[in-house]
């Protein structure tokens, strides 16, 4: 039923816990590996964890190697998915058991597309560090009056993802192949490409919050999200910018304009002065 994306690159430390972590899944049909330019032997070790593994572990790794970023090499293992539904898992992060039984259930019983759910938090020693629960431990609040636990009953994201990105990271994903399609993929972002997915899954698809603990994921010093605020904010700013583009009667929802409005990622004169 699902096959599972993980792209590759420089967590040669982390590998064998998460590709250990997704071939523990009786669910998980296939398992799609790609190593991204690595430079401290991920490569190798790939090749040789996935090896014993047969067709169930497929190394998509090109000959020669090379760096196509997260997003690029994300779409590659995506189009080669056999499996109706695609989930994500980061080369630095894990799954926790039952994840893929709980979505199963969640999807046989209702019409979505995509799923994501709780976060697991954990340090480079696999210690854990805490824990948090999407939107109801927000980032910052969310806008006065902004009824969470209804929008979620009503698998109604989208306002929520307006104000911030709860789902995280795109280890907390899982999504079907023709969803992806109708999105195009993952954008060209270095930072945000899981939000940018995320806002769009839920404007063209029917996304899910499943309130159970789905992704173990895992702080460290070269998480790519610590590199730079500024420039985070400034992708976070064009992303919503081409979704306001593309989506204009969404963004015109009055929940979702003012769920824009507070979020603190966005550079506002910028937005508007687009």
């Not at 709860?166 to 994903?173: E, G, K, L, W």
């Not at 992704?215 to 998480?223: D, M, Q």
Request: glycine share 6%; hydrophobic share 45%.
């Amino acid at each position: 039923m699902f096959s599972v994306a993980i792209p590759v690159y420089n967590h040669r430390a982390y590998i064998l816990e998460g590709l250990v972590s997704a071939l523990r899944a009786r669910l998980v049909t296939e398992i799609l590996v790609v190593d991204d330019g690595s430079r401290d032997g991920s490569a190798d070790l790939l090749e040789r964890i996935a090896a014993p593994h047969g067709a169930r572990v497929r190394n998509l790794t090109p000959p020669g190697g090379g760096n196509a970023g997260a997003h690029a090499r994300l779409n590659q293992l995506v189009e080669a998915a056999r499996q109706p539904w695609v989930a994500v898992l980061n080369s630095d992060d894990s799954f926790l058991p039952d994840r893929f039984a709980a979505c199963a259930v969640r999807v046989r019983k209702t019409k979505v597309d995509f799923v994501a759910g709780h976060v697991l938090i954990m340090d480079e020693e696999s210690r854990p560090l805490g824990r948090k629960r999407g939107p109801l431990d927000p980032e910052y609040p969310f806008p006065p009056g902004f009824d969470v636990a209804g929008l979620l009953a009503r698998n109604d994201l989208l306002p929520l993802l307006a104000n911030q990105n709860f789902i995280a990271t795109t280890s907390n994903m899982m999504f079907t192949k023709a969803l992806w399609e109708r999105v195009g993929g993952f954008a060209d972002y270095r930072y945000v490409h899981d939000w940018d997915f995320a806002l769009r899954a839920a404007a063209l698809g029917v996304p899910l919050y499943l309130p159970q603990y789905l992704t173990r994921y895992r702080v460290h010093a070269s998480n790519t999200i610590r590199e730079s605020t500024e420039r985070v904010d400034l992708e976070v700013t064009e992303v919503f910018r081409r979704f306001r583009a593309d989506f204009p009667e969404l963004m015109a929802r009055p929940e979702v304009l003012a769920a824009l409005a507070g979020n603190r990622h966005v550079l506002h004169d910028r937005l508007e002065a687009a």
